[in-house]
């Protein structure tokens, strides 16, 4: 299974983005999907995450801009960013977790400057 994000990109302090993570196949008992980011010189961090019964959970930072979503199929999941700041310039990863193990996305860059 591959995780294809798409929509990231570069856009002004105040605007929104809208990442898409989609499987290729599916994955059995899944329990959650989520995003992190990266910026450079920081660790990972857990920005949202999303259960299998739709319960979602959020970082401080991104709370009140940030939203997560899944199709009704479970095959994508989505973070849609809004009043993005220069902190939220990163590379973000999606994946789907299963009671044993994950699946990542390749990342995707997104950049928040005037």
């Known amino acids: 299974v591959q995780l294809v994000e798409s929509g990231g990109g570069l856009v002004q302090p105040g605007g929104s983005l809208r990442l898409s993570c989609t499987a290729s196949?599916?994955?059995?008992?899944?329990?959650?999907m989520g995003w992190q980011r990266q910026a450079p010189g920081n660790q990972r961090e857990s920005v949202a995450v999303?259960?299998?019964?739709?319960?979602?959970a959020y970082m401080n930072s991104v709370k009140g801009r940030f939203t997560i979503s899944t199709d009704d199929a479970k095959n994508t999941v989505y973070l849609q960013m809004d009043n993005l700041k220069p902190e939220d310039t990163a590379v973000y990863y999606c994946y789907f977790s299963t009671a044993s193990h994950s699946h990542w996305g390749q990342g995707i860059q997104v950049t928040v400057s005037s």
């Open positions: 999303i259960t299998d019964t739709g319960t979602t």
């Open positions: 196949g599916s994955i059995f008992n899944l329990i959650g």
